[in-house]
């Protein structure tokens, strides 16, 4: 009876470490995939600001109403607030397989990958944008954001060097 039992443990050993196995390589498959997709979203949402045409007159006439040095801050921290719209639901997705996994089996190659799109994806410094943002004046704010043209990703550097050749 104890010779078969040496078979039947070892097969279930195998079997545990097989399996565990699959599930490192099937984690590291649904990390990556979410990585994947998240890099392609924040791609096509970079090419799209690069690509978008100048605010109209209206646009440029209504910053102008304003503090360039104010306004100037506002573009550039509603670029990046924008960016981060425009990318938001595939960084859901992202952080939600990252937190799915955070007890899991990975492979070390996963936890590498793992570590180098949340310093990327997951920057601290959009916390300091926001704070930043929330201390522009108000009444800039709330009149910028309801142009359409801030609610799109933009490229806040062209846009910039445009208002000080127009000024």
Known sequence: MNILRLPVCLVGILLVNWSWANDELQNHHYVTARIAEYLVASENCRRSALERDAPDHETVQVMSRFDSAAVERFLMIRSVLAQRDCEQAELNK??????????????????????????????????????????????????????????????????????????
């Open 94 to 167: 992202l952080a939600y397989a990252i937190l799915l996994l955070e007890d899991a089996a990975l492979a070390k190659r996963t936890n590498e990958a793992i570590s180098a799109i949340r310093d990327l994806a997951f920057d601290p410094q959009i916390l300091v944008f926001e704070r930043e943002y929330q201390n522009l004046p108000e009444n800039m704010r709330a009149t910028l954001e309801a142009l359409d043209y801030f609610k799109e990703p933009f490229d806040d550097i062209a846009l910039r060097q445009r208002q000080q050749t127009d000024n």
